[in-house]
């Protein structure tokens, strides 16, 4: 089911991620929202915006695919928090880019630990893979297409 | 803390990002609940001093948000299980209790009872967070954690750069009749309750994250009179003042992990101070730790940390200086942590002194939590 454009900043960060140009619709997937977005006819990939909470304050934060299920790149949307901010950095969330539903995402291993910024570290971690996999199980039940 | 993920729908998308202000304070107040706790088995070497457990804390963490804006942040602490009128040990205590007022990342107002930002253990130290099963040794009489104190800051990131914070505080001072030959300032905290405020004092930290994540460096300091109102010591805001330097480290790859810590407190007038109290503090307190910790296999990490630090590396005139306060601390020890938020300790320290009294060796185990 598809209604009306996704609200400004998540349209930003989608842009961004996949660059001018790209347009995203809004599908529902039972109570869930995501993000379709595509060039003119050809499918860019599909993004969803997740919450986890840090210390006490919830971080919004958006996951994009590209059509082959990877991850493409993941954007901090709001970080409400006085501490532990650094997950929301380039160099920091790059890590995540090209990973797909079946790879190993743990702090320490395949992610970087940040020092003083454990618990969001952990929750955007989580929070990264749990999008992740709901996405791509989306995908390739053809709910989302 | 770390509650399940959820996809928001189209409402609760523009609820997060792009309703206006007014409209979001509205509708974001929320109440969280977590904790952390350490309990702790102590086996000192030698005939006559028995093995001990002890229920060493236990916090109870309460934060509330009035809006996106505004967050109450609390710790409730009991120490040693239980309190009981005419019995030494156990306390019962607010860690911390402030009030935050977020205006943007680059700036946080706080105004409460606060964690002076000096060295690692002082603001982080919930106990899945370090090795050991008691905090360093250093941490406790060079850097007196927990160290708080009451008063108003401001902490943000620095626009500067990416990775780059800042926290600055205005707060009560230390009592200089709390001082002490081997616990250094540990004794002048006045921790939130009737404090005097006859010493307003500075106390303030510069941190550098590299962004991609693996190092944390940072720079503290405190300065600020002692008179805590005594007019015999001074009758200045800044009278008998304590300079405290500290700068720390902390870094991760892979499996290996690696923390440093140095600091140095300077007390002008301890003189006057050890005449007038009658105690024999060092007129400076220095010293430091390095810490090294492996992960040999999954979840479980070999660790060993060695402290050097004297609570008299200097003595006023007048004033003997004890070489058994010239401490030297090596702790051997295992963590294993099934989640990260959970530890399960065991370690074995060896304490040396430079005058070869009050030396020792200690069997430590533990399990820590935070959630």
Redesign the interface.
Known sequence: MMQGAPPAKVAASLRRIFGPGADASVLTVAADTVLRVARGDSLLGFAAVGNVIGKDQPITFLVAIDPADRLRDVDVLVYREPYGGEVAYDAWRRQFRGKSAADSLRVGREIRAISGATISVHAVTLGVKRVLADLTRWHQTGAIR | ???A??????A???L???RPVVAQEATKEST?I?GYGEIHYTNPRGRNTPAEVNLRRFVV?L?H?FN?RI?F?SELEVEDAKVEGGSSGGEVALEQAFL?Y?VS?AL?V?TGLVLPPVGIINE?HEPP?FNGVDRPAFDHDVIPTTWREIGVGV???LPVA??W?YRLYLVNGLKANGFTDAEGIRGGRQEGREASFANPSLTGRI?W????????VGGSFWYGGTTGGDTLLGRGTFDAPIAVLSADA???R??LAL?AVVATVSVSDANTINSLYGSAVGSRIAGGYLEGAY?VVSHLSAFVRHERYDTQADVPAGTTRDRGFARRVTTLGLTFKPT??TAFKGDYTLLRTAAGTGEGEILRLGVGYQF
């Open positions: 803390m770390l509650r993920v959820q996809c928001l729908t189209l609760g998308v523009v997060a990002t792009a969280t977590g963490y934060a948000s996106d967050a942040r935050d977020r990342d946080t706080r982080t967070s902490v943000g990131r990416d990775g914070n941190e994250v590299r962004p991609a994540g693996g190092l944390r902390r870094y991760q892979g499996p923390r992960d990260w938020n």
